[in-house]
């Protein structure tokens, strides 16, 4: 698609942009704006820019009716929004140079924008990519989701334990959204069923409306633009005046509560189920309103119901919105009088479901007297999707059903609903046919694929990292953005000194200033030329922070015993959340900072070894972490992390990455070349196998001096004088049960760890490594992942 050429904007033009806003908009004279005042200019007068072509590419969607594809997603972890912006409308130059003359600096400015943190990790951040790679691929469509009024909670450390705040990024203006009050529905819980007229009626006993708030979201150069719509409550009457006037004011003032209640905050989980009646309702709000808009939007300009899997694609990104199946038959069938059959097949035709997880415990699981409870409807519907299955599947064996054991199972009911289910890294997918689903893949071959997950180059390398965004334009030339396979053509460059010494240089300054962050973040000093070594993302046993640490201890314990030894000086820099309620994790950030406090106040560790732990891990502080690690922690039990993103995102900046087989980091490792990746651990199969000796942990521990002695560190208060037996809990598990095996592995990785260190030692060896590792992420683009999708599940094409 192209657009009319606009008039060339000019810094002036812009200047006077700015200017205007702040002053008609934000209501406030150039003397007295604050940062924030600016930063609001400053968003309006970018966000003007984005109006053209959004409205050019719904425009262009209705005129050549173009297939639509619908994200439905409970969380997009999408962070900070101007720069990314500023920088997909080619405009970040420019809005600097004008900010220059307005005496404002564009970094500081963009610095002051809260994260819009509507996720938790991984799940959340990909969605969030997505959008964005649909946007720049031209592939019509919109993100459907909530719009929380509180994010994920912010993190802080009292005395070396998590503390959680609630986050408020609507306590300031949100520049970016417009509210639709006219785009809204009404949607119902509870209540009973009444057939009337030869029909079934769902006389709902709650409502509450859905009001939409749309984002637009602009892909690379500003070609095309999509709609990230989040859906607000409001309450269907503001107030019973009836019940009021008689004095009942709490139930009175009931439907306010029941809205205020549904988007008042992200539950801060995505690895356990929670078996919450308010969760089950936010996850019917997104889907009901989001299939309830996009029925309205066909039937603008369709005329046959029947037709709609030709037009429209929707994709579920985990089981959360996989009432979208029910919910879609139920208004074909209550509302548009279809059959139940036709219905159910329409509705598998136009469904996709993302499978996110192996993990047991965050599979979806609603008890039927619940679901029948707060919806009775679907529950009716569900009971007949699973009947239809059964009926045309009679060989299905007993062990799958969608209800089994007074409970509705959402993976299952996404898989018979889908017409397509893929898995998210090519192990994934392999352990989702044969682990997760193994009788429904059975039944349905073909129907389980694989899209191996991408991360956004415009956000994850140029946003994040314009030292290295810069040397590779330098080197091959514009345009690597939008086709990241190009980063290959860095290759025969790695022979080069030069360019080598460049690639590192930029590492250098990155680390420099990340020092600095660190410095006045955590008030410690680090050598910006030790080796940074990240782990950065949610702690969760399976992630296995945890075998960092007691590596780290183990690390600490030979510097003790050797003080004058020589070692790879190491600052191990630590990020991540643990859900609040998951009290393990959180005994695993206690130690992490235990061992920090320990480390960093040992005389004998100068100049070796640091621990540094900044609080409330986000995308923003992944953007400045990320560009100055050396060494990339994916070190999670083989068979669980069903993909990792945080993995492409650091070898794409040029880190190295120490992993076990899991995830993507199987087809990291194939790309970058076994020879430059440390692979250490038990694979996926070894792991099942090595969990039938049920004395692995002891054996394992018996067999590892070190790792007898760090546990005996640890059980005696080494880390905690203060309470001495703090840690006996964790010491115990380790010893006794240890299901992620963080000991059976131990001895590997650190073999593995001498090996980092002896590359670190060869600094020219260690760039080529680097380098190699950012010229062979091509594959990792979202971009990539979005073209597969279109293709393989949504039959849909680029408008551009
Ligand atoms: C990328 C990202 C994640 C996911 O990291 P993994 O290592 O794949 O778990 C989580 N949180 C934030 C803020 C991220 O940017």
């Known amino acids: ?154 993190q802080r450390f009292e005395m070396g334990q998590q503390a959680e705040t609630p986050e408020d990024w609507l306590s300031q203006r949100h520049p970016w959204e417009f509210e639709r009050p006219e785009s809204n529905y009404t949607v119902r819980f509870k209540g009973h069923m009444e057939e009337r007229h030869g029909k079934t009626v769902w006389v709902p006993g709650e409502t509450v409306i859905a009001t939409a708030y749309d984002t637009p979201i602009v892909g690379w150069e500003g070609r095309w633009s999509n709609t990230l719509r989040l859906w607000g409550a409001k309450p269907t009457t503001l107030f019973d005046l009836e019940r009021f006037n008689r004095g009942d004011y709490a139930a009175a003032a009931a439907p306010e509560t029941l809205a205020r209640t549904i988007t008042r905050v992200l539950y801060p989980d995505d690895t356990t189920y929670a078996g919450k009646e308010l969760r089950l ?108 299955h059964l009926k045309a599947n009679p060989a299905r064996p007993a062990s799958i059903g969608i209800v089994r054991n007074h409970e509705v199972h959402m993976g299952e009911l996404a898989f018979v609903m889908a017409n397509r289910v893929n898995g998210v890294s090519a192990l994934h997918t392999e352990l989702v046919k044969s682990q997760l689903f193994p009788a429904l893949d059975k039944l349905h071959p073909g129907r389980v694929i694989n899209v191996t997950n991408g991360v956004t180059p415009r956000r994850w390398l140029k946003l994040a990292n314009p030292g290295l965004a810069d040397l590779v334009t330098e080197t091959i030339g514009e345009g690597w953005e939008a086709d990241l396979d190009r980063l290959e053509e860095l290759v025969p460059h790695i022979e080069d000194n030069g360019f080598r010494e460049a690639f590192m240089a930029v590492k250098r300054a990155n680390k420099a200033e990340a020092a600095h962050w660190m410095k006045v973040k955590c008030g410690i000093e680090v050598d910006p030329d030790a080796m940074f070594d990240v782990q950065v993302k949610r702690i969760h046993e399976y992630k296995r922070q945890l075998m960092n640490v007691f590596e780290t201890i183990a690390q600490w314990h030979e510097i003790k015993k050797n003080p004058e030894g020589d070692f790879v000086p190491r600052v191990k820099i630590f990020g991540g959340k643990s859900a609040p309620g998951y009290a393990v994790a959180k005994e695993i950030i206690h130690l992490i900072n235990d061992v920090a406090e320990v480390v960093n106040n040992d ?101 590892s001096q070190a790792l007898k002695d760090v546990l005996q560190l640890i059980a005696e208060g080494r880390f905690s004088p203060n309470q001495r037996d703090r840690y006996h809990g964790l010491v115990h598990r380790a010893w006794n049960s240890d299901y992620f095996l963080v000991t059976s592995d131990f001895t590997d990785y650190q073999r593995a760890q001498a090996e980092v260190d002896a590359a670190f030692l060869d600094p020219d060896r260690w760039a080529r490594m680097a380098a190699l590792n950012t010229a062979k992420m091509g594959f990792f683009s979202s971009d990539r992942s979005i073209r597969g999708y279109m293709e393989n599940i949504w039959g849909a094409r680029s408008a551009l």
């Open 603 to 703: 005389p004998d560790m100068r100049g070796r070894l640091k621990v540094i732990y900044p609080p409330n891990y986000n995308v923003t502080m992944a953007e400045r972490l990320i560009p100055a690690a050396d060494l990339s922690e994916q070190i999670s039990t083989a068979g669980k992390e069903a993909s990792g993103t945080g993995n492409m995102k650091l070898s794409l900046n040029g880190a190295l990455s120490i992993g076990t087989l899991d995830g993507a980091n199987v087809e990291i490792r194939e790309r970058v070349g076994a020879e430059n990746f440390f692979l250490f651990g038990m694979t996926a199969q070894e792991v099942i196998e090595r969990r039938k000796n049920v004395n692995h942990a002891r054996e394992a521990i018996e067999a």
């Open 1 to 154: 698609m192209t657009n009319e050429k606009e008039p060339t904007l000019t810094r002036e033009g812009f200047r006077d942009d700015i200017l205007h806003h702040l002053k008609y908009t934000v209501g406030k004279d150039r003397h007295h704006a604050s940062v924030y005042d600016w930063r609001l200019a400053l968003s309006y007068a970018l966000r003007d820019r984005i109006v053209e072509p959004w409205f050019a590419s719904t425009k262009a969607t209705w005129d050549n009716d173009y297939k639509r594809v619908y994200y439905l997603s409970m969380e997009y972890l999408i962070g900070r929004i101007l720069e990314d912006a500023a920088i997909n409308l080619g405009l970040k130059g420019l809005a600097a140079a004008a900010l220059l003359d307005l005496g404002q600096d564009f970094d500081v400015i963009a610095l002051d924008e809260p994260d819009a943190a509507l996720g938790n990790g991984g799940l959340g951040r990909l969605a969030a990519c997505y959008m964005e790679s649909m946007a720049t691929l031209g592939c019509p469509g919109y993100g459907y989701g909530v719009r929380y009024e509180h994010g994920l909670f912010r």
């Open 281 to 388: 309702k936010q996850e019917y709000f997104l889907t009901s309103a989001s299939i309830k808009d996009i029925l309205r939007r066909y039937l603008e300009s369709h005329d046959d119901i029947t037709e709609l899997d030709k037009h429209i694609a929707i994709q579920m990104n985990d089981t959360h919105p996989a009432l979208a199946g029910p919910e879609l038959i139920r208004l074909l069938v209550d509302r548009h009088d279809l059959p139940f059959e036709q219905a159910l097949e329409i509705s598998q035709n136009v469904l996709g479901y993302t499978n996110h997880t192996l993990l047991p415990e965050a599979l979806e699981r609603w008890s039927t007297w619940l679901m029948g409870s707060v919806l009775p409807r679907h529950m009716q519907i569900i009971e007949k999707i699973d009947a239809a």
